[in-house]
């Protein structure tokens, strides 16, 4: 039977891992030409992943209006097609894309876009609802995500979403944001074993929110690859906030802490990445990690952890206590 998870207050079920769609979108550039995207896909591929994902027990599918200009919820609706009740989809708005050229045009966090954004996202989709309607614009002020409330409360009544949330690493933002919106049922956060955001945890914890992990695998330095990636992939030019790489290889860095906690992850027989997804499984019962996957076998790997279900506490403590400087001095 596979593990489920409840995303907060919603009620809705959903598996306890979902999977990220933000790489099978392809290519998408920054105004100055650096890549958001992670590098050319095949969409066939991405399709049987898909399936695979449904057929191992996956429910839940996280993608944004973004991911690949719109081409993430294209291939995302492609694959559904003919078995969206077997799927509960989250999106995301707040950025804007030009399909035509795969550039990111800027931020966009008004009510108007809100509603303008998940009309595309629908038509994309090939879907009448979305489940999760997520704003993706992490360091928006408090202020103005409150200015969205009233909007997406009016879409849940018209039935065009049944939740929705804010992907955001801020804890009180968070907090405002959901004390203030009735259908508020879910926060997306950086969560991994090498970065643990307590407080956003403890936020979950007091609003009856679900915990939605991206970056479960520290963008792949977690699975233990160690390949270089292509100039067209976010890591080859890895931005500020993404501390795990450094030209396009794991930073040295991470990889020494990453052979320190690799016995405790894998005592059980697991694979490295199972092993991480387990610690989140085990970290809390409201996280659901969405760890990213563009081939079959990798939706085999990563979705093998809901067999195995949530790392021991013994391997769980003992992670811990290899990282505890890390968890006294967050990672930044």
């Keep these: 039977m596979t593990m489920t998870r409840t995303l907060g207050r919603s009620g809705i079920d959903v598996s306890a891992l979902g999977m990220g769609c933000w790489a099978i979108g392809g290519p998408l550039w920054g ?31 996280d993608t944004a209006s973004n991911y690949g200009a719109g081409h993430s919820e294209r291939v995302l609706g492609r694959a559904l097609a003919g078995r969206r009740d077997q799927a509960v989809i989250a999106t995301k708005f707040g950025n804007r894309a030009d399909e035509r050229t795969r550039r990111w045009t800027g931020e966009d966090g008004s009510p108007a876009y809100a509603v303008a954004s998940l009309e595309e996202s629908l038509r994309r989709l090939g879907t009448d609802h979305v489940d999760l309607y997520q704003l993706h614009i992490n ?40 004390e203030a919106g009735p259908h508020c049922a879910a926060i997306q956060h950086d969560e991994s074993v090498f970065k643990d955001n307590a407080e956003l945890l403890a936020v979950c914890d007091a609003l009856d929110l679900a915990s939605l992990n991206r970056g479960p695998l520290a963008m792949g330095l977690l699975t233990g690859s160690t390949r270089a990636v292509g100039a067209d992939d976010v890591r080859g030019r890895a931005p500020e906030w993404l501390v795990w790489f450094t030209d396009g290889r794991p930073a040295p860095r991470w990889s020494a802490r990453l052979a320190e906690i690799r016995e405790a992850l894998t005592a059980d027989g697991r694979t490295l990445a199972q092993g991480a997804l387990g610690w989140l499984l085990a970290r809390s019962p409201r996280t659901v990690p ?32 290899l990282l505890a400087d890390l968890r006294a001095v967050p990672v930044a």
């Design 31 to 61: 105004a100055d030409g650096e890549p958001f995207g992670w590098g050319e896909v095949d969409d066939d591929e991405s399709v049987r992943t898909i399936h695979r994902a449904l057929d191992l027990g996956v429910t839940l599918f």
């Design 290 to 321: 969405i760890p990213g996957c563009r081939t079959v076998a990798q939706a085999e790997e990563n979705f093998g952890t809901l067999a195995r279900g949530p790392l021991s506490a013994e391997a769980f403590a003992e992670v811990e206590r």
């Design 139 to 178: 360091g928006l002020p408090a202020s103005a995500a409150l200015d969205l409330v009233d909007t997406l409360e009016d879409l849940v009544t018209q039935g065009k979403i049944r939740a929705y949330g804010w992907s955001t690493d801020n804890p009180a933002s968070a907090r405002a944001f959901a």
